[in-house]
């Protein structure tokens, strides 16, 4: 029996090697991995973190692709210069740990910096895509924000319960985001017109692909605008889940996760924690171990249980998977089980579950006892070079935690 065991596990993990990327663990932070990637015009910088498994180092370049707030690429080339928007030197590099596996060169860097990409000239949504500059080849793409400091908006957060639905599901936040607009710039001379600010963009912690937006146009009832056209405009949503704290794991100790098999949860499968006491996180973020021969991936088997009907889609997010939901994130079901396969980096990760169709509170609960860091994006549409949309300003805030 142990002979089967061992057999499988072996063909299990050459499974998953046979899948593992050749760039790895590709994320954006700001001034830590808790907090969104954001630049600014200003000069504020964002982290950019990878790895790689070959025998020299690749010649590999950062392109930046500049975004509307719906994040399709911004045709004026004014903007978008593809020649203009890129790293112009090898990206920095250190040699791994002896004794490390599964990646023979470390990437951490920031940006913007000189001579590798000295500045960003306009504010606004980015996309950063990795690419391999031999073949042109896209390695990896993650999302950035680049803001500018022109606006000082100001955020106010409060509890909301829910009249059409009940507990926990009744258990919201009302975010208000207030803006003051100047007749015009101190510097550039140049007017703003209150009627191109229509738009206000709230993301959770480091929820990107989870956004909720305020805007002029929406029909949905729970977002307004006060004095929109005005110089003083509030945007406000009434209906954002409070949500609960992340789940948790520890993966530095090589004691308890050791090598040379594909772990599983020590304590044993996730249960749903629909009506639990939310305990505390890292607000999203990862903290890998560092500079030692243990500071490498390990295959790792999320796994689930969960009475759930044939057929329910189950996805896991985190800081691996940028919190997105997608078909690479999709768990498989077995009976009462469900499971997913992958590589992580020792280390600590927030990570969560959720149904298909954006469903983050049945497998997780919902509780207004959870704390976040919610920030709020002011856009803009500038009329000149064809119309692009740039991120006057940012309000950041963070809920009580508070019963109603």
């Known amino acids: ?71 399709s690429p911004t045709s004026s080339l004014f903007v978008n210069d593809p020649i203009k928007r890129r790293t112009r030197f090898p990206l920095p590099f250190r040699v791994a740990s002896d004794g490390v596996k599964y990646y023979r060169y470390q990437y951490r860097f920031v940006v913007p910096s000189d001579p590798l990409f000295p500045t960003f000239i306009h504010s606004g949504n980015y996309v950063v895509e990795l690419r391999d500059g031999k073949n042109d080849d896209l390695l990896a793409r993650e999302k950035v924000f680049v803001i500018e400091r022109k606006l000082r908006p100001a955020m106010r957060i409060s509890n909301r319960s829910l009249p059409s639905t009940i507990n926990p599901y009744n258990e919201a936040l009302q975010v208000e985001v207030r803006v003051q607009i100047p007749e015009i710039d101190s510097l550039t001379r140049e007017p703003y017109i209150p009627y191109n600010l229509r738009t206000v963009v709230l993301v959770r912690n480091k929820e990107i692909e989870r956004a909720w937006r305020i805007d002029v146009d929406d029909q949905n009832p729970e977002t307004y605008v006060e004095g929109f056209s005005l110089r003083h405009p509030t945007f406000v949503i009434s209906d954002v889940p409070v949500g609960t704290e992340y789940r948790q794991m520890d993966l530095r100790n090589v004691t308890e996760y050791p090598e040379g098999s594909v772990l599983r949860p020590r304590l044993g499968a996730d249960v749903s924690r629909f009506q639990q006491r939310p305990r505390g996180d890292a607000d999203g973020g990862a903290t890998y171990r560092q500079n030692d021969r243990y500071s490498d991936y390990v295959a790792y088997q999320f796994e689930l249980l969960w009475d759930s009907p044939p057929g329910t889609i189950v996805h896991v997010v985190g800081d691996f ?31 969560q579950y959720l149904v298909r169709n954006g469903d983050w509170i049945t497998l997780e609960g919902n509780d207004w006892r959870s704390v976040s860091n919610f920030t709020a994006f002011v856009y803009y549409r500038d009329p000149r070079y064809g119309g692009f949309d740039r991120i006057l300003g940012v309000a950041r805030g963070r809920n009580r935690g508070e019963l109603q």
């Open 321 to 351: 998977n940028g919190w997105h939901p997608d078909e690479r994130s999709r768990m498989v079901q077995e009976g009462g089980r469900f499971l997913w396969k992958t590589w992580l980096r020792r280390g600590i990760y927030d990570y």
């Open 1 to 71: 029996m142990k002979a089967i065991l061992l057999i499988a596990m072996v063909i299990c993990t050459s499974e998953l090697e046979a899948q593992f990327d050749r760039v790895k663990g590709f994320r954006l932070y700001g001034r830590d991995a808790s907090q969104l990637p954001i630049a600014s015009l200003e000069g504020d910088r964002f982290t950019v973190e990878f790895d790689i498994f070959e025998d020299e180092p690749p010649d590999l370049y950062l392109q930046f692709v500049h975004c509307d707030k719906n994040w």
